[in-house]
């Protein structure tokens, strides 16, 4: 049986992987991607393989259809599945397996980690103190402030857990959650997204991007938000519309923006983003732990073995 490979986390580790795959008797596939393979790139591999263990991959309709009868299982790894069609998958009844809250620690106090790089200026600090300076800026803090979280599931449950630990409130949005309770397990609210934009110092995204919530910060929604708000996006680049962001730091709307993902990864080299000092810029790497990735390597593994009957 043929396995197609074509998340950038086991191509990373070619070697260890390729061998672990021969070992179950599988023939593993090895495309060139950058970042993931757009739906053109994955029909090339159609009618080949049994198992995929996919990235953010274009998986859409069609694509699935050419890869039939033969597609046992689509083993995505990591949690965000946005990429697959999955009423597709259903309707043809292909599985789709993930790990789903396997980076809230990882990716919660990343997100901490990446909003006080952006709020207090860390890595701008270091750099000019490795230059012989010796800074002494005024910055804001984040103690007092209302956090307002959109997306409650692990990873928003677990950055509203640590953003408690800073000394903030935390409100959060979550369409799914609210249709049956007024708040969220641990005791944050439930608001609707305006209520939410009224509210929130500091806004951060940890949803799924959908075609409903895709550009959900745009300028409308900035314009509503209080003035010198702060983002902090480690969900989907599509959420933002980046335009609007800059327009609305150039102005001081936003005081600070904290982005680990973005609309086209990697970041260009001329992209309008990298001339703010108040912007913290990271490399789609939230989740970087050594524990959560082993986890999600071994978890993804056994979700492919287990469908192909090994």
């Excluded at 993931?36 to 259809?65: H, K, S």
């Excluded at 806004?203 to 003035?227: F, G, K, M, V, W």
């Amino acid at each position: 049986m043929n396995v197609l490979v074509s998340n950038i986390m086991m191509i990373n580790e070619r070697d260890r992987f390729d061998a672990i795959l021969r070992d179950k008797g599988l023939t593993p596939i090895w495309p060139e991607v950058n970042q993931f393979m757009d739906a053109a790139q994955c029909l090339e591999y159609a009618g080949q393989i049994d198992g995929w263990l996919a990235g953010d991959d274009q998986i859409t309709r069609p694509v699935l259809e050419a890869f039939l009868p033969r597609l046992k299982v689509i083993s995505k790894w990591g949690t965000g599945i946005d990429s697959i069609d999955l009423d597709a998958a259903k309707d043809l009844g292909v599985p789709v397996c993930n790990s789903p809250g396997a980076f809230r620690d990882a990716v919660s106090e990343y997100a901490i980690g990446l909003l006080l790089a952006a709020t207090r200026r860390l890595a701008r600090t270091d750099r000019m103190i490795r230059q012989g300076e010796w800074p002494k800026g005024r910055f804001p803090g984040m103690t007092g402030k209302t956090m307002g979280i959109v997306g409650y599931g692990a990873i928003g449950q677990g950055v509203g857990q640590r953003a408690r630990g800073l000394g903030m409130e935390v409100v959060a949005n979550d369409p799914f959650m609210a249709k049956t309770l007024d708040q969220a397990p641990d005791g944050a609210p439930l608001v609707t997204f305006d209520a939410l934009l009224e509210q929130a110092d500091v806004i951060c995204l940890c949803c799924n991007q959908t075609e409903e919530n895709y550009h959900l910060i745009n300028a409308d929604t900035l314009a509503r938000a209080r003035d010198g708000v702060i983002l902090c996006n480690v969900a989907r680049g599509g959420l933002v519309d980046e335009a609007a962001l800059v327009a609305a730091l150039t102005s001081g709307k936003v005081a600070a923006a904290a982005l680990d993902v973005f609309e086209v990864e990697p970041l260009p080299a001329d992209h309008p983003l990298f001339g703010f000092e108040n912007v913290a810029l990271s490399s789609h790497n939230a989740n970087s732990t050594v524990q959560a990735i082993e986890y999600v390597h071994g978890n993804t593994l056994d979700n492919l073995f287990k469908h192909l009957g090994l």
